[in-house]
């Protein structure tokens, strides 16, 4: 999923046929790196797995290896993967693209309130500005998927997780051309940006909790994720020694886990016409084809068996275990 969407972020301003227009994609790469001897076997199998997936430039390199592109890179890292090709890119100006380069009308700031149903299904979405008569709708209702889904009468197994993640004021000692680099033993991870870094730890300790517009966020937080880059990135150390309160940024979100750890991708076949696209921890990197799978569920171009991302895959005993990196789950 990701290898497709990565297509449409890669070509956006032609596939929304809007000429020119801008989402600052940036392919910084990715470099997931250890200190952990016992973890070179899984970063191997990791670029074996992404190469037998058609992502042929994934990189294993040797310790020496990554200190020998990224000097800032400690002594103690024994193994890192890494894709020049990853990136980043604005997930608001990819939205906005999505909604102007569309034919689909937008009702911002109109919360759905029920789903409406007869004994065909689905009959429409009742808002807070009025009914909407529709025979589909898709729930892409993110963290509040639980209770959107509970108006269509399901009860979906999702566990919304606060995730908490810091902006750095700039600093010189910050190296503007390093790629996303994550330390795979202590789930923490940082990039730069704009003169300055976004920075995060996903912590497994984290527990679920209940959809919520407004997180609250741990002062001590920034401390304990500069704690956790110094080990196998030290130049953090000299940022935080100078660092005040005004230089960083605080914010939270939710990933929204499954039992798998993948999303929900189809019809719900309990309340017909009624479609979850939902169940993200890493939503923006799959969100192109995820978009692309309902569109085609729906229009009955791709039949729902032949999508393993079904809602119904629990039931039907056909789930295997995730095991992605940085999925901040023990
Ligand atoms: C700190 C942090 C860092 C992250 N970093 C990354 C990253 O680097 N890469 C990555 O791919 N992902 C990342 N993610 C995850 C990513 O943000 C999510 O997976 C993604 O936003 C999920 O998209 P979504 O459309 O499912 O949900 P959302 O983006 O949450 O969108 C859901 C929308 O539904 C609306 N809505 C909810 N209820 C209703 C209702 N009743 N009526 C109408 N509208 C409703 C909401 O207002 C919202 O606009 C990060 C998340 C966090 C918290």
Avoid at 20 to 39: K, N, P, V
Wanted: overall charge negative; some cysteine.
């Amino acid at each position: 999923m990701a290898r497709a969407s990565i297509e449409v972020w890669e070509n956006f301003a032609e596939v929304i046929g809007i000429p020119g227009y801008e989402i600052s994609l940036h392919h910084g790469g990715y470099l997931f790196i250890t200190d952990d001897a016992g973890m070179v076997d899984q970063l191997r199998r990791a670029v074996t797995q992404h190469h037998a997936l058609g992502v042929t430039d994934s990189e294993y390199l040797t310790g020496a290896e990554v200190r020998a592109r990224f000097p800032y890179i400690s002594d103690r890292v024994v193994a890192a993967t890494f894709r020049q090709r990853d990136g980043w890119f604005s997930s608001h100006e990819a939205t906005q693209g999505f909604a102007k380069g569309s034919r689909a009308r937008c009702l911002l700031r109109t919360r759905a309130t029920g789903i409406l149903r007869d004994a065909q299904g689905v009959c429409g979405v009742e808002t807070e500005r009025g009914a909407i008569a529709t025979r589909v709708a898709v729930n892409a209702a993110g963290p509040f998927a639980g209770p959107v889904g509970r108006m269509a009468g399901l009860d979906l197994p999702l566990q919304p997780v606060r995730r908490q993640k810091v902006f750095v004021a700039p600093h010189p000692l910050i190296p503007q051309d390093a790629p996303l680099v994550i330390d795979l033993v202590r789930n923490a991870y940082w990039r730069p940006e704009t003169g300055g870094a976004y920075m995060a730890w996903v912590d497994p300790d984290e527990p679920a909790g209940e959809p919520a517009e407004r997180l609250p966020t741990d002062w001590d937080f920034p401390a304990v994720v500069l704690e956790k880059l110094i080990p196998l990135t030290p130049f953090w150390e000299q940022v935080a020694a100078g660092l005040k309160a005004a230089d960083l940024q605080l914010s939270a979100g939710q990933y929204v886990y499954t039992p798998d750890d993948q999303p929900l991708i189809g019809p719900a076949p309990e309340a017909p016409g009624f479609y979850l696209n939902c169940g993200y921890w890493a939503g923006v990197m799959l969100a192109p084809e995820a978009g692309r799978r309902i569109a085609q569920l729906v229009t009955g171009e791709l039949a729902p068996q032949d999508n393993p991302l079904r809602p119904t895959r629990y039931a039907e005993g056909v789930v295997s275990e995730g095991d992605s990196f940085l999925r901040g789950r023990h």
